[in-house]
């Protein structure tokens, strides 16, 4: 099934692909046992796999995808994981880290749905396509089964990143360089693992104007979805809702020759085949 958010509210659409979407209200398909907010659904998955399988079709309300808002609007942390994938370390000029890869926070309010307009700061703007995954159990000092345990599904994400500002001297500021509003879009909507495709094998890509600049997969993450939650949960308390950017494969524009980054009109096309597919325009700041 895919949890998702319409005009600040829960819904849950079942899962698969290719016919009309339908849309049921997570908070009156349960008669008000879960809050209308979206937050809400995440502590909740079981319940809401329940009660869809119980639900009558002719409840559901056709919607579009790009109605959809950001599914998870306001986590309580939103971790992100770099150099996860040994060509991007490469291009980066790193070598393939040995242990957990560098960790830093995106700030919640950079988070925006799968469709829109993103504004472009001064400065050059690059795009990093990622599996994000959503926690669905508080989680600490927890064991890699425990982690697939406690997810409550995945979703599409860009970790876009404002380079000049990210690089900047005396010490790297990767947080602020990538939480500027719109710079954590995700969506449209999170799938639950029941109906996702394999975790350890996802494809993921991202294309400029229709121009792919990166295709990658999750087979040559240096450490699994679940591995690195696992170690990031020695150290962090995970809450349902909680995002982990899970890193981003090679293609980025600032190891190209020369340099790319993304322009004023342009759009910006992200997927993860079998879990969803968002596109943002880029605008410039005025």
């Known amino acids: 099934m895919r949890l998702a958010s319409l005009r600040g509210r829960g819904v849950v659409l079942p899962g698969g692909e290719g016919g009309p979407l339908l849309a049921h209200d997570v908070s009156r398909l349960s008669e008000g046992r879960i809050d209308p907010d979206p937050m809400a659904m995440y502590?909740?998955?079981?319940?809401?796999?329940?009660?869809?399988?119980?639900?009558?079709?002719?409840?559901?309300?056709?919607?579009?995808?790009?109605?959809?808002?950001a599914p998870v609007p306001r986590p309580s942390a939103v971790v992100a994981i770099g150099l996860n994938y040994a060509e991007h370390a490469h291009e980066s000029g790193f070598e393939a880290p040995e242990g957990l890869p560098p960790v830093f926070t995106k700030w919640p309010s950079s988070i925006t749905g799968a469709h829109g307009d993103?504004?472009?700061?001064d400065g050059s703007v690059d795009w990093e396509v990622e599996v994000v995954a959503v926690l669905g159990r508080t989680l600490h000092r927890a064991q890699e089964h425990e982690v697939a345990a406690a997810l409550a599904g995945i979703t599409v994400g860009?970790?876009?990143?404002?380079?000049?500002?990210?690089?900047?001297?005396?010490?790297?500021?990767?947080?602020?360089?990538?939480?500027?509003?719109?710079?954590?879009?995700?969506?449209?909507?999170?799938?639950?693992?029941?109906d996702a495709p394999d975790l350890e094998d996802l494809s993921l890509g991202c294309a400029v104007d229709g121009e792919v600049v990166q295709d990658g997969t999750t087979a040559h993450l240096l450490h699994s979805v679940v591995s690195a939650i696992a170690q990031l949960s020695e150290v962090l308390s995970f809450q349902p809702g909680d995002l982990v950017f899970t890193g981003t494969p090679d293609g980025v524009g600032m190891a190209r020759t020369p340099p790319r980054f993304l322009a004023d009109g342009q759009v910006l096309t992200t997927w993860v085949n079998g879990v969803g597919r968002m596109e943002h325009r880029l605008v410039a700041g005025r």
């Open 158 to 194: 860009q970790d876009l990143s404002e380079r000049e500002r990210q690089l900047r001297g005396p010490a790297p500021q990767f947080g602020l360089a990538k939480s500027f509003p719109g710079f954590s879009p995700i969506g449209p909507w999170v799938v639950t693992l029941d």
């Open 43 to 69: 502590g909740a998955v079981d319940e809401i796999r329940s009660l869809l399988a119980a639900a009558d079709p002719e409840a559901a309300r056709p919607v579009t995808v790009e109605e959809l808002d």
């Open 118 to 121: 993103v504004v472009l700061p």
